[in-house]
């Protein structure tokens, strides 16, 4: 089992920037994509980004050149670093660690992107 505990939302102006946080505790040697997924009120859950071993990362069209996801392998932490934040951009953030065969979902952080 993996455990994963995000952080760092919270409600932000428009143009601002926050951080999130995904620690990953329990059978993390399991893990080899880490990524972020998003959901807005009435809307499906959405992919944000991926960040895979090797360093490869992916981004969704909507927040390529805002959003940058890391990892910090020594913590098993996985960050998301999101800049020019727009309204729309307002959601609860979802980490999900994925191994060969199984996949774990974090709790989820709620982000408000509001003046």
């Known amino acids: 089992q993996v455990r994963l505990v995000e952080s760092g939302g919270g409600l932000v102006q428009p143009g601002g920037s926050l951080r999130l946080s995904c620690a990953a505790s329990?059978?993390?040697?399991?893990?080899?994509?880490m990524a972020w997924y998003r959901q807005a009120p009435g809307k499906q859950r959405e992919w944000v980004a991926t960040h895979r071993s090797g360093d490869t990362t992916n981004y969704a069209d909507s927040v390529k050149g805002r959003f940058t996801i890391s990892r910090d392998n020594a913590k098993n932490t996985v960050y998301l670093q999101m800049n020019s934040l727009k309204p729309e951009d307002t959601a609860v953030y979802y980490c999900?660690?994925?191994?060969?065969?199984?996949?774990?979902w974090g709790q989820g952080t709620q982000v408000t992107v509001s003046s």
């Open positions: 329990g059978r993390v040697f399991s893990i080899n994509t």
């Open positions: 999900k660690a994925q191994g060969v065969d199984v996949f774990y």
